[in-house]
């Protein structure tokens, strides 16, 4: 399974779109076998969801996310999870042991 997560640097980021890059995990069970880093093509409405399926990604971390980007993901049958924070790895490892739940973060304006 890939998991992606909206970073900057080696962290989760706060509002996904605005992310510096996104880190994805190649997961097998438990254990993480492999990561990449892309860096953000850019942020345009409905356009990141579309990119990270494209890259295999099933899950996506971050810390906060608009409406419309978890609309996206989950017609593209991606799973969302908000609320996240740390370093990237670590939430990733916590996602894997069913320790890191959604707190349903709905980021409804934008603060840059």
């Known amino acids: 399974m890939i998991i992606a997560v909206a970073c900057e640097g080696a962290s989760v980021t706060e509002h996904f779109g605005h992310c510096e890059s996104f880190m994805l995990f190649d997961t097998e069970g438990d254990t993480i076998k492999s990561a990449v880093s892309l860096p953000n093509p850019g942020h ?3 356009f990141l969801p579309k990119f990270l399926k494209a890259q295999g990604a099933e899950v996506i971390l971050s810390g906060g ?10 017609e593209l049958g991606v799973q969302v999870v908000t609320g ?10 916590s ?3 069913g320790k890191l739940v959604s707190s349903g973060t709905v980021c409804h304006s934008h603060m840059h």
């Open 84 to 93: 996240a924070s740390g370093e990237a790895r670590q939430a990733v490892e």
């Open 95 to 97: 996602y894997l042991r």
């Open 65 to 74: 996310m608009g409406g419309g980007a978890i609309d996206i993901f989950n």
């Open 44 to 46: 345009r409405p409905g």
